[in-house]
């Protein structure tokens, strides 16, 4: 499912550019349900796969990028914050989720329970209903608006070409973008390893000898990962962070990675609800702000379209870095390793992230200064061929008036006549 719904990203970027978001989520409602619903009737594994698997994660999908696309359009001023309590969800969602889904199944069995989800899932139309588009003129300047439009109408307008028709519904020339390509590389090693450690957390506490309480820790470990979302966007929507949000974005992922190193030493039980304090306060740093660093490098206008496109290469990671975190549990035979290796690879993605922000906000500084010392340039050598001009036209003038003959002259040679 989570595959699919970061593969069919790109698809949703689409849609969100050519009809808006809330056509789009009230779909992605409508296959969330049929999906659910058609795995209550289902027999087989396979079919599992093709109903709450493929059907429901592409509505999952549907419902992801409009909903981060349009908070970038409500809001600009507290957007970190929009987006911190808009990612508040997850973890209140995840937490309840194992427990609701062991009472339905207990209570009604995993058909009924399918049933129940697929009409849970479909107040996400709801929802999607409430997302009025953005108007993007305002009524007073409607009337000009009409008259600009007749006049392009008459203008030949140039013909598009395949690819122009195809970066204006997905903009691939983000590939060409610094900040964007930093952000992916970065995003893809950290996704490798962030979220082996948390699957296998339980696991890890009942070969420490911890079995009654173990389930506890995926609960504490949510409860401040739902506390530091709202928090870390609160903190990045300040005046001293939200100009420097990558830094920020950069060093959760880090003090993520190097909590997940950490975690071998965790010996005992509180050790281990220490790390999942830590584990959740990073996550939940991190998430509260991974869509607003995206919306800071590329801006409102291109971010469905990199949000599609960010989605589709995560897919991988994602979909590989749990089996390969598993596959190291059984090679080595201890779940130590497996951490290190993890926090490893998520502390490689915090340097990496915080290495390529730095270089990037100073090739960006120098940019400007370059930018800034070409409009002053242009800008003197306008003022001085308008002097220039102007010296021009006053001498034009002087040698005008030296031409024409004095009319005291004329009078004096009437005079004499």
């Not at 058609?38 to 709450?52: K, P």
């Not at 390893?193 to 000898?209: C, D, E, M, N």
């Not at 870390?232 to 920020?248: D, E, S």
């Amino acid at each position: 499912m989570m595959a699919v719904v970061y593969a069919g990203g790109p698809l949703s970027s689409v849609l969100v550019n050519k009809y808006g978001s809330r056509p789009v989520v009230m779909c992605g409602g409508l296959l969330c349900c049929v999906g659910m619903t058609l795995a209550s009737y289902s027999n087989t594994v396979t079919e599992l796969y093709l109903t709450a698997g493929a059907t429901t994660g592409l509505g999952l999908a549907f419902n992801l990028q409009p909903a981060l696309t349009i908070i970038g359009q409500y809001f600009y001023r507290k957007r970190p914050l929009a987006f911190g309590l808009a990612m508040t969800g997850s973890p209140v969602f995840l937490s309840t989720l194992a427990t609701l889904s062991q009472f339905l199944n207990g209570y009604y069995g995993w058909r009924g329970s399918f049933l129940i989800w697929g009409s849970v899932l479909l107040h996400i139309c709801v929802t999607g209903s409430l997302m009025k588009p953005v108007s993007k003129t305002s009524p007073a300047s409607s009337s000009k608006s009409k008259i600009v439009s007749q006049s392009e109408q008459n203008e030949k307008k140039p013909k598009l070409t395949v690819g122009d028709r195809i970066n204006k519904l997905l903009d691939f020339k983000l590939f060409k973008h610094r900040g964007f390509m930093i952000y992916v590389i970065g995003n893809s090693i950290m996704f490798s390893g962030v979220y082996g450690p948390i699957l296998f957390l339980t696991p890890y506490a009942k070969s420490r000898g911890i079995d009654d309480s173990s389930n506890l820790l995926l609960l504490v470990m949510a409860f401040f990962d739902m506390c530091a979302r709202p928090i870390g966007g609160l903190i990045a929507n300040t005046k001293f962070i939200r100009a420097r949000v990558q830094y920020y974005f950069s060093a959760s992922v880090l003090f993520t990675g190097i909590c997940t190193f950490l975690c071998p030493l965790a010996d005992s039980y509180i050790a281990l609800v220490i790390y999942s304090v830590f584990l959740g306060l990073g996550v939940g740093s991190l998430s509260s702000v991974i869509f607003e660093s995206l919306m800071d490098l590329v801006g409102p206008a291109r971010f469905s379209s990199a949000l599609g496109l960010v989605t589709l290469i995560e897919c991988g990671p994602l979909l590989f870095g749990p089996p390969f975190a598993g596959k190291l549990v059984d090679l080595t035979g201890e779940y130590k390793y497996m951490y290190l290796a993890c926090g490893t690879i998520v502390i490689i993605a915090g340097m990496w992230l915080f290495i390529g922000n730095a270089v990037n906000y100073n090739l960006l500084r120098k940019e400007r200064k370059k930018e800034k010392h070409r409009m002053r340039k242009a800008a003197r050598k306008l003022a001085r061929e308008a002097e220039a001009l102007k010296q021009s036209l006053h001498e034009d003038t002087v040698v005008t008036l030296s031409k024409e003959p004095s009319p005291l002259l004329h009078r004096n040679t009437e005079s004499n006549i």
